[in-house]
T-cell receptor
Framework: QKEVEQDPGPLSVPEGAIVSLNCTYSNSAFQYFMWYRQYSRKGPELLMYTYSSGNKEDGRFTAQVDKSSKYISLFIRDSQPSDSATYLCAMSAHTDKLIFGTGTRLQVFP | GAVVSQHPSRVICKSGTSVKIECRSLDFQATTMFWYRQFPKQSLMLMAT?????????EQGVEKDKFLINHASLTLSTLTVTSAHPEDSSFYIC????????????FGEGSRLTVL
């Protein structure tokens, strides 16, 4: 079993839709949870960073962490074509080592 | 936000040659830098962690003699792929962290290596 599982998609939605992206994990030691956005042939950029359980909102993006279920989510409201990218979840325990999901490819069509 | 610059962005080389990729933190001092490899439609896999002035720590399965990492200053780390082979063709990405362990990681733009 992989430490982090993420549905690779692709996920195709119309502009304005609410998008839900998810990851599950197996290591209960993970405390730091991140979502990165990666455009084609580019490096990842950090979207959301959450420590432990709870919700965090930033504009159209909301990150949720449920440590009891080992499940994290990223919601994108009012999705735009410019949101089309691959979204990677990442997490870590006490160390520097980030474990990434495989990424979910999202396409928002006009 | 902080910027991490990676060079070259694309490189094509012949099998058996060596290729060097540079990773620079442009506006902060990176005490720790990380090198990742990403194959098509796969996740980023950590190859090694380097701290300025000390030897890199390699992940299991990564050959340290093949992937030479040097972190000689607080703003520069290099990855040299020695005696490259076609199976080394991949997208190599560096990231850098300033200061504390929980600080944000900033990623470079990546370097696409193609070995013929």
């Amino acid at each position: 079993q992989k430490e982090v599982e993420q549905d690779p998609g692709p996920l195709s939605v119309p502009e304005g839709a609410i998008v839900s992206l998810n990851c599950t994990y197996s290591n209960s030691a993970f405390q730091y949870f991140m979502w990165y956005r990666q455009y084609s042939r580019k490096g990842p950029e950090l979207l959301m960073y959450t420590y432990s359980s709870g919700n965090k909102e930033d504009g159209r993006f909301t990150a949720q962490v449920d440590k009891s279920s080992k499940y994290i989510s990223l919601f994108i409201r009012d999705s735009q074509p410019s949101d089309s990218a691959t979204y990677l979840c990442a997490m870590s325990a006490h160390t520097d080592k980030l474990i990434f999901g495989t990424g979910t490819r999202l396409q928002v069509f006009p | 936000g902080a910027v991490v610059s990676q060079h070259p962005s694309r490189v094509i080389c012949k099998s058996g040659t060596s290729v060097k990729i540079e990773c620079r933190s442009l506006d902060f001092q990176a005490t720790t830098m990380f090198w990742y490899r990403q194959f098509p439609k796969q996740s980023l896999m950590l190859m090694a962690t380097s701290n300025e002035g000390s030897k890199a720590t390699y992940e299991q399965g990564v050959e340290k003699d093949k992937f030479l990492i040097n972190h000689a200053s607080l703003t520069l780390s290099t990855l040299t792929v020695t005696s490259a082979h076609p199976e080394d063709s991949s997208f190599y990405i560096c990231s850098a962290r300033e200061g504390k362990v929980t600080g944000e990681l900033f990623f470079g733009e990546g370097s696409r290596l193609t070995v013929l």
